[in-house]
Structures are given as C-alpha cells and as structure tokens.
C-alpha cells in the first residue's frame, strides 16, 4: 500500500566508497521521477544536527555518476552518538518536512540508522555502500568491486618488479575485519597466499607456503595481507618471515587509502543504481527499517538490525580455489 511520503532527505557516512554519488543520483531522480521532493544532507549525521541540507533536483547530479567519493561529503558524527545529538538532527528532519530518510554507508552508519529509526519511529532504508562488502543481505556492497580492481591493478604492476628482481612482495590491502578484498586481490593477483582475519592462519603455514614456492622455482612471490588480520600488519610479518627465509629480498606495500578512490568499475555503477532506485520504491511500498541489497541478482530487504549483526561468511570455494591456483 502507498505512503504519504512526499520528501526524502538522503546523506552519506562513514569511509567514503566508489558509487555512492551513483547511489545518490539515483535516489534523487528516483524521487522525481515518482514526483517527490529530495534534500542532500551534507557530511553525514552531522549535516542533519547542523541543519546543512539543501533540496536537490535532476541537475543537482549531473555528471557525477563517473566521479568517485561522495559530492554530499561524509563525516562520522561523535555528537550523534548521544541522545541530545539525535533529537537535534530529529528537530531538523521535522523542520525541513522530511518524511524518509535513505543512510548510504556501512555498518556504523546503519548502527546510527538503526537507532535513529527506532527512537523516533521514522521510515529509515539503507544503501549499503563500503570497499568491505562485510554487510549480510546482499551478495556485493557498493564500491567493493572498484577496490578490488585497484588493488588487482597495484598487485599485477608489484608483481613486474617481483619478478624482475626476484622479490617476495607483503602487498597489504584494507579490510580491518573482513577479507573479502584480501580473498578477491589474492585470486585475481596470483598470490601465493593470503591472510585475513577470518582464517587462523599461523607463521610456520606461510614459511611452508613459501618454502614450497622457492623449491619450485617461483620467479616472484606476492603475499596478500587483509589489514586486520591476527598476525599483525604485513611489516609485523614480513620481520617475522625474514628471519626464517633470511634469503628472500623482502618487501613491504601498504596500498591504504587508495583503495576507497578512483572512478567506479560498471558494476558498482549498476549496483548502486539499481539499489537506490530500489530505496525509493521501497519506501513507497512500505518498507522501513531496513537495508536494501541484492542476492542472486534480485532486490531484497533486510532488516537493518539482522544486516549488521549478522556476520557475512567468507567464500570457502575461493580459499579452494586460491589454494590450487598458488603452487
């Protein structure tokens, strides 16, 4: 059944991702096309308890659907972490008449959302929009694809000087809790091995790992290290290593931030597209509460509490598969 939901305030929050302008250009011409009107909030939670908001139109997101980052900027917000926080940003969204709000981020954003939605009633949808891809409900968050082709890019130009120079190469990739860029670099890359946070990796694997790889002659080897993984960083490991296989010439590439830039691949182009117009017809139909994703290519709505307590699972066919394709 139809809502009487005629204006959609819509901002983005936490680390900035490839596709959230894609998600927001489509929310706010999903809007008019269904004849409602659309205010950006600008740098996350903060924008609401600041009263930065401003009503967009068509032309408000010209050309920004190439552009990575985020045009609304994004900020995290101590002061919406209290009470009196959200009832200033609840005092602002009534003052601008808004009646929805669609929260483009990841799990600390939807922590917010989800809070915010709950203690004052209002109709809340989330875009999951994170490099990480660490939400439940959807099979790809927004900007995740993007990242693991950057990584991939730095990886392959590493794995020239590796093999030049006969080098063992840490390359260490984002993902503080989740491997899912690690996982996806590694196989894409051709590592010889990958740690992340989700598998109990332990020193004397990965000397064995690399004590096979010299035996066999490799010409280079590229070890993939997910940031938050429980043996340290990849400098932390590298030392490690070296004093086992003191006769590998070892090297250290943090890639960081570089990760969350760069101009969105297609499918985080489609993705956020299809997940933001899927945003204002959830709304329309009803939904509240929830996230937005997609599993096996169809739209589906999740419960922003089940999305972000619920952890999402590695693929164990890609460590398989990853494990015969590195000898």
């Not at 840490?170 to 670099?185: C, K, L, Q, T």
Request: charged share 25%.
């Amino acid at each position: 059944m139809e809502t009487q939901i005629r204006k959609v305030g819509v901002l983005t929050s936490g680390g900035d991702a490839p596709g959230m302008n894609a998600a927001v250009r489509a929310v706010v011409r999903a809007c008019i096309f269904y004849d409602m009107e659309v205010y950006g909030i600008y740098k996350g939670y903060d924008g609401l308890i600041n009263d930065h908001i401003e009503q967009l139109n068509v032309r408000s997101v010209s050309n920004i659907l190439s552009r990575g980052g985020t045009f609304l900027l994004s900020a995290r917000s101590d002061e919406f972490r209290t009470e009196e926080g959200r009832k200033k940003a609840y005092k602002n969204f009534r003052k601008k008449g808004l009646d929805a709000l669609v929260v483009i981020g990841g799990d600390g954003s939807f922590t917010g959302a989800d809070i915010f939605s709950r203690e004052f009633d209002m109709p809340v949808i989330g875009i999951p929009g994170t490099i990480d891809n660490d939400l439940a409900g959807t099979d790809l968050t927004i900007g995740f694809d993007t990242a693991c082709n950057t990584a991939r890019e730095a990886i392959d130009k590493i794995r020239d000087t590796a093999s030049s120079h006969e080098r063992l190469f840490f390359v260490e990739v984002m993902g503080r809790d989740a491997g899912f860029i690690a996982v996806n670099s590694a196989i894409g890359g051709g590592a010889v091995a990958m740690i992340v946070p989700e598998h109990n990796w332990t020193l004397e694997s990965l000397v064995k790992r690399l004590r096979k790889g010299a035996a066999n002659q490799k010409a280079s080897n590229v070890v993939i290290i997910a940031e938050g993984c429980h043996l340290g960083s990849a400098y932390d490991i590298a030392e490690q290593v070296k004093q086992e296989l003191d006769y590998y010439d070892i090297r250290v590439s943090v890639l960081g931030h570089m990760q969350r830039g760069g101009s969105p691949t297609t499918i985080d182009r489609v993705l956020a597209s299809r997940l933001g117009v899927a945003a204002i017809e959830g709304l329309i139909n009803g939904e509240s509460k929830c996230m937005v994703g997609m599993i096996n290519n169809k739209i589906v709505y999740t419960p922003i509490g089940e999305a972000i307590k619920t952890e999402k699972p590695l693929d164990e066919e890609e460590f398989r598969i990853a494990k015969i394709l590195s000898i």
